[in-house]
């Protein structure tokens, strides 16, 4: 069995080359992992064929070496115990691999849970009350995927892509009447990139800190032009302090009227409206009422333009808008419009009260605000974004990055139509592990996510404490979770204390302080790590051989034991 | 006035002490701030209970500049300022305290033209936004570490800092029922009680707690990393000179106990393990270096290899001493998962001794390459000291294999996995692969000479980027608690000055073969 071959391994010769590119495997590793993050460092080094064919490498040298010195030597005792034990790690490491456990849950204080997840990728597709999953590929680069099936509404999808790592980048879609424009509001400290999409009679509001930067429908923003910018003879401008003064729209005429003052119920458009202010009877809110041929509406300027429901819900699907005025002048507000002949016009109130109109030519707008300057990136009449996701760089911290997975969906073949040639209706969406997408064509709540798995009992968090360093505020020195295992039902409830280096074992599993986080209502969430490891007791019998094997062999070599044997050495 | 002549002179005597006594500040003797029981007063700041005097000294020394209020000792500047008497100081001692600041650029951005080094307090805070905004627009520029950024930032600390100590807000002093409360109390008590407050926290503190508080002190004052290193250059200068092998001797003893009495006061003031930071880990390599040394050389009979003890030494006691950007020498509150003494102490140790090894084989080695470059060429010289670094690498090996599965151990326990491809965990893997590589290619002949002397030096590297460039270069990575910035310009220095050395030694070797055959 010893041939050529075999001395080939089990030598030195095999094994340095081995040793080197593994040692360059892991460096590399490093780095990659210090640039893109663990994840990236996990898929292609850690994780990769290459890597498990040179530990493949390494325990083939480690034992062919072995059994090259065979029969037994005693002066080679600690040799044998070295490699024996480097074997034995390995099959622990292997045992650890394809049978461990290692995942992550998340504790609350109001409810029990049993759900670990894992580190595998899935998309999990939710409609029409049934979810299936997708296990995602374990790749770093795009990838284009082959793969469809059924909704048990009987839309069809496919799944055309894998972005691992995804940024967004919207695609214009042609929308007409919709004004979609791309603006740099920065100053020394911030600046931020938004994007405004008018859709018609929907004002589209971006706001950084106290400035806010409004588009208004051309008919509105002509309507303020017209009213305010050239004062009749006898009046003075609006100023702070003035009544409340509105602008009515109606999409359906795309007509827009002005009311400088509503005092009493007054008429308009020919008498066919009318507008009053009234306080709500039971509590003493303060709301304007439209009068139209179809009945009252209600409006709440001050919270929407929109008129309200019945049920106080803001009613979007309503032609008519009511734009209160005196906001503008109270707050750094700046008002965006693109007239029908293209220019772009601005408005806005000074610090003196008094409005400013002006027409925005290209370049960068000086506001009267804390240096704050506008520019506009990007100009896209009659298109709206619709979400998108590019090929990103990845980001060293994995939780930044966004996964994001291309679905085309195919609405159920209609009988009715069952001829040649007749489109069924269909949409494509991305799935990302940001938030749940749904579609009209009967996807719901889709999201991308680590794989889940269930406990075999449940967890609830009691309370989490931590502690700070001593006179500090921002110092923690401890993270301890108390948790409740078991549930009440099961009539087994324990109490456990979990806390760092001190883990809680339960039913093989064991659960380690990791993380926490805080929700909106400031309440903390516990996260543990949940690992179970057959593999543990062989990495710790390997651990202690090799040391007891590297220690033996050197007492040997340097003479400090020695064997009444006639062996050469 | 005709008063005989000696009562004239009992007279101006007279007057002269009064108006000296009058004037001189120290006249009060019940104040204080002036007490010098205040220095060994425990304090809690920075997160842990320390003696005011040590914190006074670094307050100072961090905040103002080198002539600020000198006539002063720090614990009492310190006191003062926390008790709103920073005028009253300056106009007593009639002199000012200034914060320094390094860079130009900071001058000009305070509209202070051409090159100084102080500016005043008034100034730096009336502008403190302005600071801020600069400081802010340079790190939204990703100049962030560049001079004139750090140098601001350096500043905005002084001044909040200052801010705080001047509010009181900075530290807290024990209170009867041993609490700590915020020194801004103390200003409504009258006199009395804040003499019996500020003199009385010495009392209140039970064994172990004083012993560290005085062990605290005397590490300060005597400084014995500082004193250690005079000591070892005498040291490495009497061990390369024969006649003085006897001087060696006695330096290779004191130093050890100095170095040993410095480690036992850290841990006395610590409480745990002293091998938590980058300082103490350079520290310990440093005293595992001085033990490794004196052992071989005297089994081994032979003075030069306490020479290269020494060198090794004295060059991490340079690096303690002068390296302040990249080895912070403050005993800090350790993060939460190094909060166990028994694994710090056996993990940490295991493979902070094996990099000790390492780099006391790579002392040698550089020592051997630079001796034959300089004609020292007798095989028998390579020979004996390639044995010495061979002993030194397996012990290392060792340590360093033993360190590192009882990291994995560690790691097992505390975050539930014994192998995780963490940075600092691969890296000391790396480094063992290049050590038994070595090893076993000298064992089959390969590297054998002023190879395997080359290869020794060489693999040095592995170490330096597990201990340093991890922290320094990668910084990514669990193991987060000695990250820190101004190490990445070292680690080059160093690997590039290694690479020459390697370099210019193989082709001296190669001339010499050829010129031989």
Same mark, same amino acid.
């Given at each position: 069995?010893?041939?050529?071959?075999?001395?080939? %391994?089990?030598?030195?010769?095999?094994?340095?080359?081995?040793?080197?590119?593994?040692?360059?495997?892991?460096?590399?590793?490093?780095?990659?992992?210090?640039?893109?993050?663990?994840?990236?460092?996990?898929?292609?080094?850690?994780?990769?064929?290459?890597?498990?064919?040179?530990?493949?490498?390494?325990?083939?040298? *480690?034992?062919?070496?072995?059994?090259?010195?065979?029969?037994?030597?005693?002066?080679?005792?600690?040799?044998?115990?070295?490699?024996?034990?480097?074997?034995?790690?390995?099959?622990?490491?292997?045992?650890?691999?394809?049978?461990?456990?290692?995942?992550?849950?998340?504790?609350?204080?109001?409810?029990?849970?049993?759900?670990?997840?894992?580190?595998?990728?899935?998309?999990?597709?939710?409609?029409?009350?049934?979810?299936?999953?997708?296990?995602?590929?374990?790749?770093?680069?795009?990838?284009?995927?082959?793969?469809?099936?059924?909704?048990?509404?009987?839309?069809?999808?496919?799944?055309?892509?894998?972005?691992?790592?995804?940024?967004?980048?919207?695609?214009?879609?042609?929308?007409?009447?919709?004004?979609?424009?791309?603006?740099?509001?920065?100053?020394?400290?911030?600046?931020?990139?938004?994007?405004?999409?008018?859709?018609?009679?929907?004002?589209?509001l971006a706001e950084l800190g106290p400035l806010r930067v409004e588009a208004l429908p051309p008919q509105v923003f002509a309507i303020l032009e017209n009213g305010l910018a050239t004062p009749k003879p006898g009046t003075t401008s609006p100023s702070r302090s003035v009544k409340p003064q509105f602008v009515l729209f109606d999409n359906n005429t795309q007509k827009s009227f002005f009311i400088p003052e509503v005092t009493h119920r007054q008429s308009i458009l020919g008498s066919k409206f009318f507008i009053s202010r009234q306080i709500g009877k039971k509590a003493a809110v303060e709301f304007y009422q439209l009068d139209t041929p179809t009945g009252p509406l209600r409006f709440f300027p001050r919270f929407s333009a929109k008129p309200a429901t019945q049920h106080l819900q803001v009613d979007l699907t309503s032609p008519y808008s009511l734009i209160d005025l005196t906001k503008y002048s109270e707050s750094n507000h700046v008002l965006l419009s693109r007239l029908p002949d293209s220019s772009v016009h601005i408005a806005m109130v000074d610090k003196s009260g008094q409005w400013i109109f002006s027409q925005y030519n290209g370049g960068t707008l000086t506001l009267p605000w804390m240096g704050f300057t506008l520019t506009r990136l990007a100009d896209h009449p009659n298109q709206r974004p619709k979400s998108g996701y590019d090929a990103a760089q990845p980001n060293k911290e994995d939780s930044k990055n966004t996964k994001a997975l291309l679905v085309h969906i195919e609405a159920p073949a209609n009988p009715k139509d069952s001829q040649k040639g007749a489109v069924r209706d269909s949409e494509d969406v991305w799935l990302t592990n940001r938030e749940a997408t749904s579609s009209r064509l009967g996807l719901e709540e889709s999201f991308i996510s680590a794989k889940e798995m269930q406990l075999p009992f449940a967890m609830q968090l009691d309370h989490f404490k931590m502690e700070m360093v001593p006179g500090t505020m921002d110092r923690p020195a401890s993270y301890e979770s108390f948790v409740k295992v078991g549930s009440p039902e099961s009539g087994k409830q324990t109490t456990a204390h979990i806390y760092m280096n001190h883990p809680l074992k339960s039913d093989g599993y064991t659960f380690y302080q990791a993380s926490y986080l805080q929700d909106d209502q400031g309440k903390f969430h516990s996260i543990l790590s949940v690992n179970k490891d057959p593999g543990r007791p062989v990495k710790y019998l390997g651990s202690i051989l090799l040391i007891a094997g590297l220690i033996f062999h050197f007492l040997v070599i340097y003479g400090y034991i020695t064997f009444r044997s006639r062996e050469v050495t | 006035m005709n008063l005989p002549s000696p009562a004239r002179s009992a007279l101006g005597i007279f007057l002269t002490l009064t108006l000296l006594l009058g004037l001189a500040p120290n006249a009060q003797a019940s104040d204080p701030c002036l007490n010098p029981e205040l220095s060994s007063q425990p304090i809690l700041a920075e997160g842990r209970a320390m003696p005011l005097g040590v914190y006074a000294q670094k307050f100072r020394k961090n905040v103002f500049s080198g002539n600020a209020c000198t006539e002063i000792s720090a614990p009492a500047l310190y006191c003062y300022l926390n008790l709103g008497k920073r005028a009253w100081v300056e106009k007593t001692y009639s002199c000012r305290l200034l914060f320094k600041a390094d860079h130009a650029a900071t001058f000009e951005l305070l509209g202070l033209p051409g090159r100084q080094s102080e500016i005043s307090p008034e100034l730096?805070?009336?502008?403190?936004?302005?600071?801020?905004?600069?400081?802010?627009?340079?790190?939204?520029?990703?100049?962030?570490? !560049?001079?004139?950024?750090?140098?601001?930032?350096?500043?905005?600390?002084?001044?909040?800092?200052?801010?705080?100590?001047?509010?009181?807000?900075?530290?807290?002093?024990?209170?009867?029922?041993?609490?700590?409360?915020?020194?801004?109390?103390?200003?409504?008590?009258?006199?009395?009680?804040?003499?019996?407050?500020?003199?009385?926290?010495?009392?209140?503190?039970?064994?172990?707690?004083?012993?560290?508080?005085?062990?605290?002190?005397?590490?300060?004052?005597?400084?014995?990393?500082?004193?250690?290193?005079?000591?070892?250059?005498?040291?490495?200068?009497?061990?390369?000179?024969?006649?003085?092998?006897?001087?060696?001797?006695?330096?290779?003893?004191?130093?050890?106990?100095?170095?040993?009495?410095?480690?036992?006061?850290?841990?006395?003031?610590?409480?745990?393990?002293?091998?938590?930071?980058?300082?103490?880990?350079?520290?310990?390599?440093?005293?595992? %270096?001085?033990?490794?040394?004196?052992?071989?050389?005297?089994?081994?009979?032979?003075?030069?290899?306490?020479?290269?003890?020494?060198?090794?030494?004295?060059?991490?006691?340079?690096?303690?001493?002068?390296?302040?950007?990249?080895?912070?020498?403050? %005993?800090?509150?350790?993060?939460?998962?190094?909060?166990?003494?028994?694994?710090?102490?056996?993990?940490?140790?295991?493979?902070?001794? !094996?990099?000790?090894?390492?780099?006391?084989?790579?002392?040698?080695?550089?020592?051997?390459?630079?001796?034959?470059?300089?004609?020292?060429?007798?095989?028998?010289?390579?020979?004996?000291?390639?044995? *010495?670094?061979?002993?030194?690498?397996?012990?290392?090996?060792?340590?360093?294999?033993?360190?590192?599965?009882?990291?994995?151990?560690?790691?097992?326990?505390?975050?539930?996995?014994?192998?995780?491809?963490?940075?600092?965990?691969?890296? !000391?893997?790396?480094?063992?692969?290049?050590?038994?590589?070595?090893?076993?290619?000298?064992?089959?002949?390969?590297?054998?000479?002023?190879?395997?002397?080359?290869?020794?030096?060489?693999?040095?590297?592995?170490?330096?980027?597990?201990?340093?460039?991890?922290?320094?270069?990668?910084?990514?990575?669990?193991?987060?608690?000695?990250?820190?910035?101004?190490?990445?310009?070292?680690?080059?220095?160093?690997?590039?000055?290694?690479?020459?050395?390697?370099? *210019?030694?193989?082709?001296?070797?190669?001339?010499?073969?050829?010129?031989?055959?």
């Open positions: 069995m010893k041939n050529r071959y075999f001395k080939w %391994i089990a030598s030195v010769r095999f094994a340095i080359p081995v040793l080197s590119l593994f040692a360059i495997a892991m460096s590399v590793g490093t780095v990659l992992e210090s640039l893109y993050g663990t994840e990236y460092a996990r898929r292609t080094v850690y994780q990769s064929w290459f890597f498990y064919g040179i530990q493949l490498s390494i325990l083939l040298s *480690v034992l062919f070496a072995m059994i090259d010195r065979l029969p037994f030597k005693k002066r080679l005792s600690g040799f044998y115990l070295i490699h024996t034990s480097l074997i034995i790690i390995m099959a622990g490491a292997f045992m650890t691999r394809y049978l461990g456990i290692d995942g992550t849950i998340e504790l609350r204080e109001d409810a029990p849970t049993q759900k670990i997840r894992l580190s595998e990728d899935y998309a999990y597709f939710n409609g029409t009350g049934q979810q299936s999953s997708f296990q995602l590929p374990d790749t770093v680069s795009a990838t284009s995927l082959n793969h469809s099936f059924l909704l048990a509404n009987g839309a069809k999808l496919s799944l055309i892509k894998y972005l691992p790592y995804a940024k967004e980048t919207p695609t214009w879609v042609t929308s007409v009447g919709v004004w979609s424009s791309t603006w740099l509001i920065k100053n020394d400290r911030v600046s931020q990139e938004t994007t405004l999409v008018l859709a018609p009679g929907e004002p589209a | 730096a805070m009336g502008q403190h936004d302005k600071l801020l905004d600069t400081y802010h627009a340079l790190e939204n520029k990703g100049a962030g570490t !560049s001079g004139p950024a750090r140098d601001l930032g350096n500043l905005l600390q002084r001044i909040e800092r200052f801010d705080k100590a001047t509010r009181g807000q900075d530290w807290q002093y024990l209170t009867g029922n041993h609490e700590w409360r915020p020194a801004e109390t103390l200003r409504t008590l009258n006199d009395t009680d804040l003499e019996k407050t500020l003199l009385g926290g010495t009392a209140l503190l039970t064994g172990d707690e004083l012993r560290g508080m005085r062990a605290e002190s005397l590490y300060e004052s005597i400084k014995p990393f500082s004193l250690a290193i005079l000591l070892c250059i005498l040291g490495f200068l009497a061990s390369i000179s024969p006649p003085f092998g006897r001087l060696a001797g006695v330096c290779m003893v004191l130093l050890l106990i100095i170095e040993a009495f410095g480690i036992t006061l850290r841990v006395m003031i610590s409480g745990r393990a002293p091998i938590t930071n980058m300082f103490e880990t350079v520290m310990w390599v440093g005293f595992v %270096i001085l033990i490794l040394s004196s052992l071989m050389g005297l089994r081994l009979k032979n003075k030069q290899i306490w020479a290269a003890g020494f060198a090794g030494n004295t060059i991490t006691l340079f690096m303690m001493t002068f390296a302040t950007g990249m080895l912070d020498g403050n %005993i800090q509150p350790l993060v939460p998962v190094l909060r166990d003494n028994f694994w710090l102490s056996t993990h940490v140790t295991c493979v902070t001794s !094996s990099y000790a090894c390492f780099a006391f084989a790579w002392v040698l080695a550089n020592y051997v390459l630079l001796r034959r470059l300089t004609g020292h060429r007798s095989s028998e010289f390579l020979d004996r000291w390639n044995y *010495v670094i061979r002993i030194t690498m397996q012990v290392g090996s060792v340590f360093l294999a033993a360190g590192v599965i009882l990291g994995g151990v560690w790691a097992d326990y505390s975050w539930g996995r014994f192998w995780g491809w963490d940075p600092k965990e691969t890296w !000391s893997l790396i480094a063992l692969i290049v050590y038994l590589s070595i090893l076993h290619g000298r064992y089959v002949g390969w590297f054998r000479g002023h190879l395997f002397t080359v290869m020794s030096a060489l693999a040095f590297l592995s170490i330096i980027m597990a201990w340093f460039g991890v922290n320094y270069i990668l910084a990514a990575g669990l193991h987060s608690y000695g990250f820190s910035s101004g190490g990445a310009a070292f680690i080059t220095i160093l690997t590039l000055t290694q690479l020459v050395i390697a370099g *210019v030694s193989g082709l001296n070797e190669r001339r010499q073969i050829s010129s031989n055959s």
